[in-house]
């Protein structure tokens, strides 16, 4: 297809729901997932549980706020023109900084994780930092072609990564411990033995990175046109198959590698690289070790395509960037080289990467949805109801945001099980 012509133009088939969910999923499902049984270590299966479904509800939330206010202006806006149109330029900028700060660090953590578990899977003795430069060059060439190979691949990948998460789970079973889950009372965090909940907080910000999608709802909008109900089962599905992956794979991590291997996993820096290393000592097979490096290989890549996606059309329409060639060539520049370089550079910094990207995603994917709902709600005089779930979104991504302040990252306040 023709790069210039948009996927739901002209004679080109309707896309299929399928396709939006395998785009939503596919973003979401990658590179915060295999971090969660690390982060997770901590509060442990209940709390853990508590946390997914409160991100799930939450993050989905705020994306149908983010759908409202799109849909409000014509197909292919992005969060530059919503944000600006409905909440003002101040807002706007603020906006602007966050979207651009949580996709860039996630490419970033992205390209940085697809080189790792690249490199570790095919045991290429290259620099990792070439590795990671030809899996980003790869998939940005493949974003700056066009919306419906991303829809395509993600198609293809997901059932790829389906067929090899089952495979991985089904290999890590028989060094499943079900004791494990059930690792209860107090853990210890500078001297102190601590009780579970203490470690909830800290882990907010990557549990709401994790089910970030939002910077593709404007896209899903451009690619399906004004149909909100469709756009919502995308949105519904996309991150219920997300909600239950996660809830598998982190169950199995820790059955598999215990409270205190998850640490050691974490003491070694916690990349990708190292989870796969930990769950190859635990149980040493070589079908095993490969079901595993294919999954978060592919996770990787479709959480890759999908963030990608959103970040070329949030640059094309912030920067006025047409839709022909000599245009796309200029939004893949802006949106693809300064990750993919990074990536390259400092192959390093993983975790600390997804921390950050929550942080500034809960200000422009929690906190920025519910003031455009709340004016909204506001303007039309709307029940109570409506409101109630505004300010419970607004807290919640202001506490994700608060509580990042307060981590080891940045202020070291809140404990962390490392």
């Known amino acids: 297809m023709d790069c210039k012509t948009a996927p739901n133009q002209g004679h080109a088939a309707a896309p299929s729901t399928l396709g939006g969910t395998m785009i939503v999923a596919g973003t979401v499902i990658g590179a915060g997932m295999l971090t969660l049984p690390i982060i997770a270590a901590g509060m442990w299966t209940g709390w853990t549980l508590a946390v997914l479904v409160l991100s799930f509800f939450m993050m989905r939330a705020s994306a149908h706020m983010i759908l409202r206010a799109n849909l409000r202006y014509a197909p292919g806006a992005s969060f530059d023109t919503v944000v600006r149109g409905t909440l003002g330029r101040g807002w706007n900028l603020l906006n602007g900084l966050s979207v651009g700060f949580v996709l860039y660090m996630l490419m970033y953590a992205y390209t ?163 989870y796969l290393a930990a769950v190859e000592q635990v149980r040493a097979d070589a079908w095993l070790g490969q079901a595993v490096s294919v999954f978060a290989f592919l996770a990787v890549v479709t959480s890759f395509l999908g963030a990608g996606l959103g970040l070329f059309d949030y640059i094309a329409d912030a920067c006025s960037f047409d839709d022909r060639v000599p245009g796309r060539v200029k939004t893949a520049l802006v949106a693809f080289a300064p990750p993919v370089l990074a990536g390259t550079i400092f192959p390093d910094g993983f975790i600390m990467a997804i921390g950050f990207a929550g942080f500034a995603a809960a200000i422009w994917s929690v906190i920025i949805p519910a003031l455009m709902e709340w004016k909204s709600l506001l303007a039309h005089q709307a029940n109570r109801g409506r409101l109630a779930l505004v300010w419970l979104v607004l807290i919640y991504g202001l506490l994700s945001a608060g509580f990042h302040l307060l981590s080891p990252d940045v202020l070291d306040i809140l404990p962390v099980y490392r």
């Open 112 to 274: 940085s994780g697809g080189g790792a578990t690249l490199g570790h899977s095919l045991g290429l003795s290259w620099p990792q930092g070439l590795v990671s430069l030809c899996f980003g060059l790869l998939l940005a060439a493949c974003i700056f072609w066009s919306t419906r190979i991303v829809d395509r691949l993600s198609v293809i990948l997901m059932v790829g990564m389906v067929v090899a998460f089952v495979a991985a789970l089904a290999g890590m079973l028989p060094a499943f411990r079900v004791e494990h889950l059930g690792d209860g009372g107090t853990l210890v965090a500078g001297g102190e033995r601590l009780p579970r909940a203490w470690y909830v907080l800290a882990t907010l910000p990557y549990f709401l990175t994790s089910f970030c999608f939002h910077a593709s709802v404007p896209s899903l909008v451009k690619y399906y046109g004004p149909d909100e109900k469709r756009i919502g089962r995308c949105i519904f599905y996309g991150l219920l198959i997300a909600g239950l992956f996660y809830a598998a794979w982190i169950l199995t991590g820790f059955g598999v590698l215990s409270r205190e291997g998850l640490r050691a996993v974490y003491a070694q820096g916690g990349n990708i690289s190292h």
